[in-house]
């Protein structure tokens, strides 16, 4: 019987799982899904089929009139202490439950390709789960064990993903070479910087090849995050002023707005003293247009097409000058073009922090610019051409490479089999 590994990247907005067949000695298959899970509003009684995950999550939330529970950005949870559980269809899921949907889904669909109860697997994690906060990093890590018990996964080793990322590069060279990996996701921003030999590859002992890594919490739903909150709450009545006592008037809190700019934020406007709260600010705003807009997207749940709608916006803008930031569902319209230099002036405090962190990584780890052979770059996030030119300008001699943006990692993971051996 072959004997299958798989590499497993759980990644903030997609999750891939690269099947490698141990005894042939390469890569079998490879699934990637969005990292998405929706649960039914109403799931049929008897029926086990109470969720779906990945592509089915989105038109299942569509189709459901999104009165159900969609859950994105999951990954992100695993480090916050205030997350405990969540009450979904009358039942508990931990951090560790909803992540286990996903690795479970995952698990399923190799294993249908397999014939197999594939029980073997090496998993990415960040280099930091949440920058330098090591009690965070640990609550992550033992969330994450937990999800892949809970998934079906006996044998399981971690590795960081830029170093997975890095082992796939390292198929494709012809030589030694020292290399800055930068794996820029939704949810991190992380560095490694190696030595990659050829030569090496599938070797048991790479600890003295690793000489440096580290992360920051900054990602592509950062900058999504900064654009919804530049282009997009102006819309839902970001600066509209209400009447309060005394008829004087005052704009509404920027609290509202704040909320609606992060995915798991979006949450807290579902209670019931914030909705009552909402309308009182939209009658004493006059019944204002915009205000209203923010009301519609609370009560129907729109946070997700919306965050779409920018996520198209900057996937565009990363071979394009300009486009069009377009959104209309029920009473909402938007409709606004967004020029490359206005979209880069809106990400440009998150490009300088990770420039900020870059510097003092190097710094700290004695690397001089001019010993670097190679940038590799993956993860979805490193499309952004912002982000692309901090490197060209950062590394002016330096070559810039990059591999499969969604699967690299997971390919990586794959080939480090060695992981089993200690």
Same mark, same amino acid.
């Not at 995950?53 to 038109?59: F, L, N, P, T, Y």
């Given at each position: 019987?072959?004997?299958?590994?798989?590499?497993?990247?759980?990644?903030?907005?997609?999750?891939?799982?690269?099947?490698?067949?141990?005894?042939?000695?390469?890569?079998?298959?490879?699934?990637?899904?969005?990292?998405?899970?929706?649960?039914?509003?109403?799931?049929?009684?008897?029926?086990?089929?109470?969720?779906?995950?990945?592509?089915?999550?989105?038109?299942?939330?569509?189709?459901?009139?999104?009165?159900?529970?969609?859950?994105?950005?999951?990954?992100?949870?695993?480090?916050?202490?205030?997350?405990?559980?969540?009450?979904?269809?009358?039942?508990?899921?931990?951090?560790?439950?909803?992540?286990?949907?996903?690795?479970?889904?995952?698990?399923?669909?190799?294993?249908?390709?397999?014939?197999?109860?594939?029980?073997?697997?090496?998993?990415?994690?960040?280099?930091?789960?949440?920058?330098?906060?090591?009690?965070?990093?640990?609550?992550?890590?033992?969330?994450?064990?937990?999800?892949?018990?809970?998934?079906?996964?006996?044998?399981?080793?971690?590795?960081?993903?830029?170093?997975?990322?890095?082992?796939?590069?390292?198929?494709?060279? +012809? $030589?030694? =070479?020292?290399?800055?990996? !930068?794996?820029? #996701?939704?949810?991190? %921003?992380? *560095?490694? /910087?190696?030595?990659? &030999?050829?030569?090496?590859?599938?070797?048991?002992?790479?600890?003295?090849?690793?000489?440096?890594?580290?992360?920051?919490?900054?990602?592509?739903?950062?900058?999504?995050?900064?654009?919804?909150?530049?282009?997009?709450?102006?819309?839902?009545?970001?600066?509209?002023?209400?009447?309060?006592?005394?008829?004087?008037?005052?704009?509404?809190?920027?609290?509202?707005?704040?909320?609606?700019?992060?995915?798991?934020?979006?949450?807290?406007?579902?209670?019931?003293?914030?909705?009552?709260?909402?309308?009182?600010?939209?009658?004493?705003?006059?019944?204002?247009?915009?205000?209203?807009?923010?009301?519609?997207?609370?009560?129907?749940?729109?946070?997700?097409?919306?965050? +779409? $709608?920018? =996520?198209?916006?900057?996937? !565009?803008?990363? #071979?394009?000058?300009? %486009?069009? *930031?377009? /959104?209309?569902?029920? &009473?909402?319209?938007?409709?606004?073009?967004?020029?490359?230099?206005?979209?880069?002036?809106?990400?440009?405090?998150?490009?300088?922090?990770?420039?900020?962190?870059?510097?003092?990584?190097?710094?700290?780890?004695?690397?001089?610019?001019?010993?670097?052979?190679?940038?590799?770059?993956?993860?979805?996030?490193?499309?952004?051409?912002?982000?692309?030119?901090?490197?060209?300008?950062?590394?002016?001699?330096?070559?810039?490479?990059?591999?499969?943006?969604?699967?690299?990692?997971?390919?990586?993971?794959?080939?480090?089999?060695?992981?089993?051996?200690?």
């Amino acid at each position: 019987m072959k004997q299958f590994l798989y590499g497993i990247d759980f990644g903030t907005t997609n999750s891939a799982i690269v099947i490698y067949d141990e005894e042939a000695g390469q890569i079998f298959d490879k699934i990637i899904i969005p990292s998405l899970i929706y649960f039914y509003a109403n799931p049929e009684k008897g029926s086990e089929k109470t969720y779906v995950v990945g592509e089915e999550a989105v038109a299942a939330y569509l189709s459901d009139g999104m009165q159900g529970r969609f859950i994105k950005s999951v990954k992100q949870i695993l480090s916050r202490s205030s997350f405990t559980e969540t009450r979904i269809q009358g039942k508990k899921y931990t951090a560790s439950d909803l992540v286990a949907v996903i690795l479970k889904e995952l698990k399923f669909r190799a294993d249908t390709l397999t014939g197999q109860d594939g029980q073997k697997a090496v998993i990415g994690r960040p280099v930091f789960f949440d920058d330098d906060d090591v009690q965070k990093d640990t609550l992550a890590q033992t969330r994450l064990q937990k999800a892949a018990d809970l998934a079906g996964f006996t044998q399981v080793r971690f590795q960081y993903e830029p170093i997975g990322a890095a082992f796939a590069y390292e198929r494709n060279l +012809q $030589s030694k =070479e020292n290399v800055l990996v !930068a794996d820029l #996701g939704g949810g991190t %921003t992380d *560095f490694t /910087y190696l030595t990659l &030999d050829p030569q090496k590859a599938g070797s048991k002992d790479r600890k003295s090849d690793m000489m440096a890594s580290g992360g920051i919490y900054i990602g592509g739903d950062s900058f999504d995050s900064a654009f919804m909150w530049e282009k997009g709450t102006p819309y839902f009545g970001r600066d509209v002023q209400y009447q309060a006592g005394g008829g004087k008037y005052l704009t509404v809190p920027k609290s509202l707005f704040a909320n609606i700019c992060t995915w798991e934020k979006m949450n807290f406007l579902n209670g019931q003293r914030v909705k009552k709260e909402m309308d009182d600010y939209y009658y004493f705003s006059g019944k204002d247009r915009t205000f209203k807009n923010l009301i519609t997207l609370v009560e129907n749940n729109l946070g997700y097409s919306v965050f +779409q $709608s920018i =996520e198209k916006t900057k996937i !565009a803008l990363s #071979g394009t000058d300009s %486009t069009v *930031f377009n /959104y209309k569902h029920d &009473d909402i319209s938007i409709s606004e073009e967004i020029s490359l230099p206005e979209y880069e002036q809106i990400i440009a405090k998150d490009v300088a922090r990770i420039t900020a962190y870059l510097q003092r990584f190097l710094a700290e780890n004695n690397i001089a610019p001019s010993t670097i052979d190679t940038i590799f770059l993956t993860g979805g996030t490193s499309m952004v051409r912002g982000i692309q030119r901090l490197f060209q300008d950062q590394f002016p001699h330096v070559n810039l490479r990059s591999g499969d943006n969604f699967n690299s990692v997971a390919i990586g993971l794959a080939y480090s089999g060695y992981l089993f051996e200690n």
